[in-house]
């Protein structure tokens, strides 16, 4: 075809093939090819771990789509086995060889899209190399990892690094009857959250006999006469197993770019603009090998997750087909929108999180913040089945501005963390979270939904209704601490030197709380203990109330040392 637009892709999967797609159904006319050297373009790499544990249990349900199957709908030329060796910018062209002949040989591009993706760590640790060490990315490592389980009886297994992949491959270790130790050099499991809330996770995988060696990183492995790997750890531990998986994290593939002269970030990414562009304006780069703007501090950020790749490869097929829509194609920044769950328990994030608006100097950048905690059932509690979800909601103190949200709890999570994602997006307030109007029916929700209770909470705070205290301060204050709990619950565990009145009884004893010094109460959850903030402060006192309740007061113990 005359003047035909020549678009060439290297790298398939989420952002390469959602880009080659969404070009072809813009235009008819353009030639379009992927270059893949691997075997598989378009799978479901999320769903690996779930086939090593049998969850999905046919391989075929990962693949997406097949070479095959974009030349018949979509007529684009698929070719696996390629390896792009070279672009040469100036006669935009690049270099290729076929791995399966060898052969070398070169294509001309008007357009051009770097989608290479991520490649697992792989640290140069002595006795790296032994059989039985693996990483998961893509379908043959799967297979590996399938093949070592069933012929050589694996009875243990030591997941390295306990973020997104090692909590899903310790599930589907576990389902699998595998007894599974996760070894993180930090001291937290799912290392992006802020502590407290990894602890709820501690205490849940601990609960289904997952063990777990935080804070001592792995400096090398050997191999017993009986061909176990020894796991040997920073502290003089060893853990001797029959599986070790490492799940520490990925890099960009940016060798290819960098060699073409293309500008690499600070944190190691393709630096693009809004439109997924590169410096030079014939090549676009897409998904996990490029570094983007976080929606929420306008910062560079590594968002190598499936969704803003897929919306990455869109955006760069409609501004390379021109597309005039009155709707201009930019991408908005990523906000770490992300959720995993792990033997029954779901954890999800959105947003920031305040160990990193910590390392940021929050005030420079947002102002003051402030945190609150709750934990509500994730629908109506008299409706058979409700499960408590703790939420821990950051945002500015200075407008209400909705800076990030984390949750974990065995039902409703995503949820209630979509929805605030969506806010942040559209630069919420907890106001806005206070006014949302959600689908209620029992078995859903609740009239005053998770999402509303934490926008009420912490309105009330920045309308002066409340003030809250942390437990973390505790130590360097001196306030009255009251717990307004019922007796028998004070009596299964309390904070030390807490003065116990209950709630009922609180007018009654009222001459008993000290008006010189400030009071901090406390409840279960806090829902109590607000109550009797508001009659306290009615009345005179200076009060706080510690924000989540003992349960919260239990997670974040774990980390800190209280009273």
């Avoid at 499991?189 to 602890?199: H, K, N, S, Y």
């Avoid at 829509?325 to 906000?335: C, D």
């Avoid at 409703?412 to 979509?418: L, T």
Wanted: glycine share 10%; aromatic share 6%.
């Amino acid at each position: 075809m005359k003047n035909r637009k020549r678009l060439l892709i290297v790298g398939g999967v989420a952002g390469g093939a959602s880009c080659a797609a969404r070009a072809r159904r813009l235009s008819e006319n353009a030639e379009i090819i992927i270059f893949e050297r691997g075997p598989y373009i378009s799978f479901a790499n999320c769903g690996l771990p779930y086939h090593v544990g049998k969850v999905i249990p046919r391989e075929m349900s990962l693949i997406i789509a097949s070479p095959e199957l974009f030349k018949r709908r979509f007529n684009i030329d698929v070719r696996t086995g390629n390896n792009v060796r070279y672009i040469d910018r100036k006669n935009k062209e690049i270099e290729v060889e076929n791995l399966k002949t060898g052969e070398v040989y070169k294509e001309s591009y008007d357009s051009l899209v770097l989608s290479p993706g991520a490649a697992p760590l792989r640290p140069k640790l002595d006795g790296i190399d032994i059989p039985g060490i693996f990483t998961l990315r893509t379908i043959p490592d799967m297979r590996a990892i399938i093949d070592w389980i069933k012929t050589g009886n694996v009875e243990k297994a030591a997941v390295v690094g306990g973020g997104f992949l090692g909590l899903e491959m310790t599930e589907n270790l576990k389902i699998q009857g595998i007894d599974v130790t996760i070894i993180e050099m930090q001291q937290q499991v799912m290392p992006l959250l802020d502590p407290e809330i990894a602890a709820f996770i501690h205490d849940h995988l601990k609960a289904k006999d997952i063990s777990l060696l935080l804070g001592s990183p792995v400096t090398g492995f050997t191999q017993n006469n009986d061909n176990m790997i020894t796991v040997m750890l920073e502290s003089g531990r060893t853990v001797a197993v029959d599986l070790v998986i490492l799940a520490i994290g990925v890099r960009p593939e940016v060798e290819l770019a960098k060699a073409a002269g293309l500008n690499i970030g600070a944190l190691g990414g393709i630096l693009v603009d809004d439109q997924m562009r590169t410096g030079d304006e014939s090549i676009w780069a897409v998904g996990d090998a490029v570094e983007v703007k976080n929606y929420v501090t306008a910062g560079q950020s590594l968002a190598q997750l499936a969704g803003p790749a897929n919306r990455q490869g869109r955006i760069a097929a409609d501004v390379i087909m021109e597309n005039n829509s009155r709707h201009h194609p930019r991408f908005r920044g990523a906000q770490a929108t992300s959720v995993c769950g792990v033997l029954g328990l779901t954890i999800a994030a959105t947003g920031i999180t305040e160990k990193t608006l910590r390392q940021l100097n929050s005030h420079d950048n947002f102002g003051p913040y402030e945190k609150i905690y709750l934990h509500p059932n994730h629908h109506a509690g008299y409706y058979p089945g409700a499960e408590i979800i703790t939420i821990k909601l950051i945002f500015s103190t200075k407008n209400g501005r909705i800076l990030g949200a984390q949750a974990v709890g065995k039902e409703g999570v995503e949820k209630r963390i979509d929805i605030i994602s969506m806010a942040i997006q559209q630069n919420g307030t907890v106001f806005d979270l206070e006014e949302a109007e959600l689908c209620y029916a029992p078995q859903y929700g609740s009239a005053k939904d998770p999402v509303n209770m934490a926008g009420m909470i912490a309105s009330n705070l920045l309308r002066g209704y409340s003030s809250v205290a942390h437990w973390e301060d505790l130590a360097a204050s001196d306030a009255y601490i009251l717990d307004v709990r019922e007796p028998f619950e004070f009596k299964r565990g309390h904070v030390k030197n807490a003065v116990n009145i209950h709630l009922g009884g609180l007018r009654e004893r009222m001459s008993e709380l000290p008006r010189d010094r400030e009071i901090w109460a406390y409840c279960y959850e806090g829902k109590r203990s607000y109550v009797a903030a508001r009659i306290l402060i009615q009345h005179g006192f200076k009060v706080r109330n510690i924000s989540g309740g003992y349960l919260t007061y239990m997670a974040v113990k774990q980390f800190k040392d209280l009273p």
